[in-house]
Structure formats: C-alpha cells, structure tokens
C-alpha cells in the first residue's frame, strides 16, 4: 500500500523566494496534518485538515505561511516569503477518524533558506 | 496547555544493554502513542495504550501506561543497533487533537 507521500523530500532557496510543499494523503484517509521538525522545537503541529477543511490553524507561524486542501487526495503548504528561519523537515501525516487517532507520516521535506 | 515531558533527551548505549524512557504529564490523556523516527524518515507508530496501567509488549519492547493515565515508558531489553532512533510519545488531547512531546534520542553501538 501506498503511505503518505511528500514532494520534494528536499529544497534549499534563497530567502524572499516562493516555496511550495506538497502531500498526498493515504487513501480513504480523512484527517491531514502539517508538521514542523526542528531540533530545539521537537514537532510542532502546523495545521489539520478534516474531510478537506481547515480546523485548526494555531500552529501556523504567521501569515506568511498558508495550506490548502482543494480535494481529498492533495494538500499543499506554502511559505511566501521564505525566511532562514523557516529551514525544518516539514512532514505530512494523515489519518482516519478524530483527530487524535495514530497518524500515518510521510518521510518530510527538508527545507533550507539560504 | 496539556504538556508531554520526555526523558532523557539523549541516551547512548551499547548492545545488549537493557533501557527504559519515560514519558510524563501532569495532565490525563484518554490514549498514548509510542512512534519511532529513524534518520530521514518519518514518525512510525509502534503502539497505542488506552487504559490506565496497562502493559503492551512488541518483541523487545515493553510499554506500559500509567494507573492514571498521565504519563507513560518504552523499556527495550537487550538493545540492538536497529533500535536507533527518536523515540517520541504523542497524548490524545482533550482538544481532541494529538500532543507530541520532544523524543528521546537513543542511539546503540555495536
């Protein structure tokens, strides 16, 4: 069975550029989160999805930041304008059911602001 | 805020050695999840407890979950270098979402 995929599982631009991170949930999956990696952080959740609508987006670091679910099978994460301080693994995860059921996690984006 | 406190931050054993992290709250949780996270990769789910004082066992590992429900511990017996990795536990919140603590990073040597 297919697991969580992200793209790309690496990015490094400049600061000011445009970034965009991409998910494809597990099938038949109804919940998907945005995660943030970072060493002094731990994960932080960034945002989640359920059937396809925003429910939480407290974790999102400032408008700079914006995600989208347009269908059940794709999700994007946006970062405009990226900034250094925004380098982490981002990862994707989805699940079935409430949102605090085990979730399934995509092998991230590893993302450097130059 | 519901906080989840993993100890310790590091720990670096050899092989064959026997080790215990804990996961702790002041808050109860309804469930807890035990994940492995291996270099480059995403979180994996190893387990999940619900009911306080139980005890789950997967080959080498042994989880149990506190009588109240508020804090947790993965015992490994006679480590193996395929242990390596970022052991974190994640509470079922009562936002109804799931809270990660920060993982505890065991590294073992041949």
């Known amino acids: 069975d297919a697991g969580v995929i992200q793209s790309p599982r690496h990015e490094v631009t400049e600061m000011g550029q445009e970034v965009t991170l991409r998910c494809k949930p597990i099938?038949?999956?109804?919940?998907l989160f945005w995660y943030r990696q970072t060493m002094m952080r731990g994960l932080e959740l960034l945002i989640y999805f359920n059937n396809n609508v925003p429910i939480d987006d407290s974790g999102m670091p400032e408008d700079r930041f914006s995600a989208k679910m347009p269908n059940a099978s794709f999700s994007t994460l946006k970062i405009q304008p990226s900034e250094p301080r925004d380098s982490a693994v981002y990862f994707c995860?989805?699940?079935?059911?409430?949102?605090?059921?085990?979730?399934?996690f995509g092998d991230g984006t590893r993302l450097s602001i130059l | 805020t519901q906080l989840l406190e993993q100890s310790p931050q590091f720990l670096s054993i050899q092989e064959g050695e026997n080790l215990t992290v804990y996961c702790n709250s002041s808050?109860?949780?309804?469930?807890l999840q035990w994940y492995r996270q291996e270099p480059g990769e995403g979180p994996v789910l190893l387990v999940t407890v619900v009911t306080g004082g139980e005890v789950k066992k997967l080959k080498r590992l042994t989880f149990q979950f506190g009588d109240a429900r508020k804090d947790s511990s993965l015992h490994i017996t006679a480590a193996q270098t395929g242990d390596t990795g970022l052991y974190l536990c994640a509470g079922a919140g009562s936002q109804g979402n799931l809270i990660f603590g920060k993982g505890t990073k065991l590294s073992v040597k041949p």
């Open positions: 995860a989805s699940s079935f059911g409430p949102s605090n059921q085990p979730q399934h």
């Open positions: 099938s038949g999956h109804n919940s």
């Open positions: 808050s109860v949780f309804s469930s």
